[in-house]
């Protein structure tokens, strides 16, 4: 019998975002429906903040590694883009075919200490968050 075992610390950060998305009331956008509606050159930008509720983004300080929880998104993400001050792409992901209840892994061990913007890229609006590493 195969016995699969998280550590600790990547558990309970699971347990934390499983929980959290299955209270959440907002519903995914189906990327169906908005594909005709322009991309993300014409949407919205949201800025949104530590205290936001709408935005399941968990840090790990010990392993560099920032779980973003899908599932408590108020739509259905397309891409993920880690930007520096001057505006320069430093991570870029295409994550329009994973499932809408993914708890994604953003690890920026490799960024360099500085400010930088993450940038949840759907089909109707961008939703940025300021980081900072240390």
Excluded at 12 to 19: H, I, N, Q, S, T
Excluded at 28 to 36: H, I
Excluded at 47 to 71: A, H, K, M, P, R
Aim: hydrophobic share 40%; aromatic share 10%; with cysteine.
């Amino acid at each position: 019998m195969n016995h699969f075992s998280f550590p600790p610390r990547y558990l309970a950060a699971l347990v934390v975002c499983l929980f959290v998305g299955h209270i959440s009331l907002s519903a995914q956008t189906t990327a169906k429906s908005l594909a005709g509606h322009g991309g993300s050159g014409d949407a919205t930008v949201v800025n949104l903040e530590e205290e936001d509720g709408t935005w399941s983004f968990f840090l790990d300080e010990q392993s560099q590694v920032y779980f973003i929880d899908f599932e408590s998104l108020p739509v259905t993400l397309s891409e993920i883009i880690v930007k520096d001050q001057k505006g320069k792409v430093k991570m870029e992901d295409d994550v329009s075919a994973l499932p809408v209840n993914t708890i994604y892994e953003l690890s920026y061990s490799d960024l360099s200490p500085g400010i930088y913007d993450v940038e949840l890229h759907s089909y109707s609006k961008i939703m940025r968050r300021r980081i900072i590493v240390h």
